[in-house]
């Protein structure tokens, strides 16, 4: 290889061809079923989605669609993965443990990582909730704890359940840097450090040069 083209068609030709050759057959496989991957779907989930129901309908099963405010509810509780900097530089005996709280903060001793992922897999092993749904208010909290607690804490609750929660002020320190609740609201002003707002400027104002920018090409 003595130029860039040369190691280009080098990368292609191990790496884009069979990649594109497995894409092909993977098509084919799923076209049979009379699903198509690169149209009917964008992801696995929805490839598989497809694929259950048209397996479903296939066996005579019946399927169930949810009314409107069951169907708002579930829809407003889900959220995407948790995207967060909690601290940005940690070293082994030189950064120290909250040091904004306290006069002599003990030094990091060591510092360890965890990457959970492939959760979805390990929810599929479980009971899942099927039929037709039931939404039951309750008016008095003291009413919607008698039912729900005693339950929960026997393992005997299998539903869904809607509860207000809150983090007793006491706790708030302990769980400082890794919240277990995560508000789904607007940040107010007074909330965002500068950094943070002048970061949100350049990146707004990047985006909308690009769409300028597309727009004009394709204008063109």
Request: charged share 30%.
């Amino acid at each position: 290889m003595r130029t860039f083209a040369d190691l280009l068609r080098y990368y292609n030709n191990l790496d884009v061809s069979p990649g594109l050759e497995a894409l092909q057959k993977m098509r084919a496989s799923y076209t049979e079923k009379g699903i198509d991957i690169l149209k009917d779907a964008a992801s696995l989930p929805g490839v598989s989605m497809h694929y259950l129901l048209r397996g479903t309908i296939e066996r005579g099963a019946k399927l169930f669609s949810l009314r409107k405010e069951a169907y708002e509810m579930l829809k407003g509780v889900v959220v995407g993965e948790q995207s967060l900097v909690f601290k940005r530089y940690h070293a082994a005996g030189e950064t120290t443990i909250r040091p904004h709280r306290f006069k002599n903060p003990k030094p990091c001793r060591r510092v360890i990582g965890y990457d959970a992922n492939l959760l979805y897999l390990s929810t599929m092993l479980h009971d899942m909730s099927c039929g037709k749904e039931i939404v039951v208010h309750y008016d008095l909290p003291e009413k919607a704890v008698e039912v729900f607690a005693p339950r929960l804490k026997a393992g005997a609750w299998f539903w869904l359940a809607e509860v207000d929660i809150e983090i007793l002020k006491r706790l708030w320190m302990k769980f400082e840097e890794m919240p277990p609740l995560f508000l789904m609201k607007h940040i107010p002003d007074e909330a965002m450090p500068q950094h943070m707002k002048d970061y949100c400027r350049r990146t707004s104002r990047a985006k909308s040069d690009r769409k300028k920018l597309v727009s004009t090409l394709a204008a063109k």
